[in-house]
């Protein structure tokens, strides 16, 4: 979720109600360095919590003088460590999802961390089920990570070989809750109120985590917890409510100056926009249009034409 759950929308999940949240994962090194870049990442505010800073990285004793760095800062609710990111810049270099192939490893980075937090906060992990098919490790993984003063663990139910393709095996997500003592949360294919309670009945999970559904749809928290309430499905979401948020967003980032200028903040959102139109009447001509925004006003101006039902979005 790197480059999408910044802190303003993180405000916008919360507010549509997400429980707990993580920031983007950081850099270890990159705290280390009090890179003004790196550091931004572990932005948060008081009403987004409660809220965990991730850290990746491959080096323990480096990773927890990064870890202690941040509750300097501003203590966060808990400290987690990535060990799922398939990303082959993060790969190279040992960290996220790679970590999985040695186990030495991961205990070294774990009870680094562990010991320079020191009880000042929790320290969670979360991980993929394996490297590959054919080292499908989450159930050992996750008993090292309990041994080493882990408290909680989240598991995405895919390798990394997979990416973000096929399908998540819950079935090792279950495993995996039911050979620790401390608390598992589920991620993968997570879309709907009717998903989260499946997963919650079928497998052991102490709680689901809800990822890229949200990029498009961050309504899906609000809707799953009606679910869970009613058990019925929540009203649909208008064109109007959805492009209130959009732009509310775009407004946000523009004001923050997290991204600089208004110009390079709507350009930096792009994909993020983009993302947001998933499933839009007219989908295709409205991504090609907002390709080129450049200014919060470009935005008000599509909104407007495609909620008039304009023929070149259809």
Same mark, same amino acid.
């Given at each position: 979720?790197?480059? +999408? ?24 090194? @990159?705290?280390?360095?009090? /890179? ?22 491959? /080096? ?19 400290? /987690?460590? %990535?060990?799922?990111?398939? !990303?082959?810049? +993060?790969?190279?270099? %040992? ?6 192939? %040695? ?17 000042? +906060? ?14 499908? %490790?989450? !159930? ?6 309990? =041994? ?10 895919? !390798? ?15 495993? +995996? ?6 608390? !598992? &949360?589920?991620?993968?294919? &997570? ?18 985590? &809800? ?13 799953? #917890?009606?679910? *869970? ?7 649909? &979401? @208008?064109? /109007?409510?959805?492009? =209130? ?17 208004? #110009?390079?903040? *709507? ?10 139109? #998933? ?36």
């Amino acid at each position: 979720m790197a480059g +999408v759950t910044d802190v303003i929308f993180r405000q916008l999940c919360k507010e549509l109600g997400a429980d707990v949240m993580v920031t983007e994962f950081v850099s270890a090194e @990159g705290i280390l360095q009090r /890179d003004a870049r790196t550091r931004k990442y572990t932005e948060f505010t008081d009403e987004q919590r409660p809220v965990g800073v991730q850290l990746f990285g491959a /080096d323990g004793g480096r990773m927890g003088e990064a870890a202690k760095k941040i509750i300097d800062w501003k203590r966060p609710d808990f400290i /987690d460590i %990535n060990l799922g990111c398939p !990303v082959n810049k +993060v790969v190279a270099k %040992n960290g996220g999802s790679s970590l999985l192939r %040695n186990c030495a490893l991961v205990a070294a980075v774990a009870s680094g961390v562990v010991r320079a937090v020191g009880g000042q +906060v929790p320290v969670t992990a979360k991980m993929r089920i394996g490297w590959d098919e054919k080292t499908v %490790n989450a !159930v050992e993984v996750a008993r090292l990570l309990e =041994e080493c003063g882990i408290q909680a663990i989240t598991v995405h139910g895919r !390798v990394r070989s997979q990416g973000y393709g096929g399908v998540a095996d819950w079935q090792v997500i279950d495993a +995996v809750a039911r050979a620790v003592s401390i608390p !598992v &949360i589920g991620n993968g294919d &997570i879309t709907c109120g009717a998903d989260v309670l499946r997963r919650k009945h079928d497998s052991a999970v102490a709680g689901v985590m &809800i990822g890229r559904a949200a990029m498009h749809h961050p309504w899906v928290f609000r809707e799953a #917890k009606h679910f *869970l309430a009613t058990g019925t499905e929540a009203p649909g &979401i @208008g064109l /109007d409510e959805r492009w =209130e948020l959009i732009i509310r967003h775009c407004r946000m980032a523009v004001g923050s100056g997290r991204y600089g200028d208004e #110009k390079q903040t *709507l350009t930096a959102m792009r994909s993020r926009l983009m993302a947001y139109c #998933k499933g839009f009447p007219g989908a295709k001509g409205l991504r090609q249009s907002l390709c080129h925004v450049a200014a919060v006003s470009e935005v008000e101006e599509l909104a407007a034409r495609h909620n008039a039902g304009f023929p070149d979005f259809i």
